[in-house]
């Protein structure tokens, strides 16, 4: 969480809300599951990786906040997904916000594609989400509403030459926003995509933060602040609130104007 928590806004409509996040364990995921915890909301969340996700849940318990759910979970083996979803609205109510934001951005080059990884990158990166959204619908439309916030990324708009596998499948989530957000719409849920820039996580900068890696950062942005993990979890929280109500089948931007 952020030194400066204490100057940020609370959402009074997050309360005790039922949040669903996907890859939940590190990165912007950890930090969505800690800003949830924060804003008082029950949240239950899924990763592969069981170390890290018990520790975060026992930080976040540590800080005297109510610990989220962690439900172990392969997101390529769908009918698993589908037994989390399950088993997060047992323990804390019908699902109301969904982020749908694992993934992962191994670089790879075209020539090295094989049909088995290509596949492989589409079920981590986009097929989940797709089936995570068919999973919550029901409740939020028993409920009257929710909102679903997918997670795209600023590699397609900008054409990343090292990744084209998850480049393609980050294009595709808009598409999927899109045509989720005017089916779902008439049940009053919102479909809105999250667009992050380069964020500084912990795998990023161990892995391909150079200094090349700087100097692009300080060419590309706007803003001269590095993004941390915590920028697009506030941006997440204004999405899954109330205060956006009429916000749906549109991206989210959030990048230090690199685009």
């Not at 952020?2 to 990165?27: C, E, H, R, W």
């Not at 205060?243 to 549109?250: L, R, Y």
């Amino acid at each position: 969480m952020d030194s400066q928590s204490s100057n940020l806004a609370i959402y009074p409509s997050l309360k005790g809300k039922s949040v669903f996040v996907t890859g939940g364990a590190s990165g912007i995921g950890e930090s969505l599951v800690r800003h949830f915890c924060a804003q008082g909301s029950r949240v239950a969340f899924v990763d592969v990786v069981e170390d890290a996700s018990l520790k975060l849940v026992a930080a976040i318990a540590g800080d005297g906040l109510p610990p989220p759910l962690f439900i172990p979970c392969d997101l390529r083996n769908i009918e698993a997904l589908q037994e989390a979803v399950n088993e997060a609205v047992a323990q804390n109510g019908p699902i109301q916000v969904l982020c749908n934001n694992a993934g992962s951005d191994d670089r790879h080059q075209t020539e090295d594609v094989t049909v088995a990884y290509w596949d492989d990158r589409m079920a981590v990166n986009l097929r989940h989400q797709f089936f995570a959204a068919q999973a919550a619908r029901p409740y939020m439309k028993a409920l009257g509403g929710g909102s679903i916030i997918n997670f795209g990324s600023i590699t397609w708009m900008v054409g990343d030459p090292d990744c084209p596998a998850y480049v393609t499948a980050k294009a595709a989530i808009y598409g999927m926003t899109r045509a989720l957000a005017r089916e779902l719409g008439p049940e009053r849920i919102r479909v809105n995509c999250m667009v992050p820039g380069w964020v500084m996580t912990e795998r990023q900068m161990r892995l391909w933060l150079t200094p090349a890696g700087e100097r692009q950062i300080e060419e590309r942005q706007c803003l001269p602040d590095r993004l941390q993990p915590s920028d697009i979890a506030r941006m997440a929280l204004f999405l899954a609130a109330d205060d956006s109500a009429m916000c749906t089948s549109q991206q989210f931007i959030v990048d230090g104007g690199w685009v």
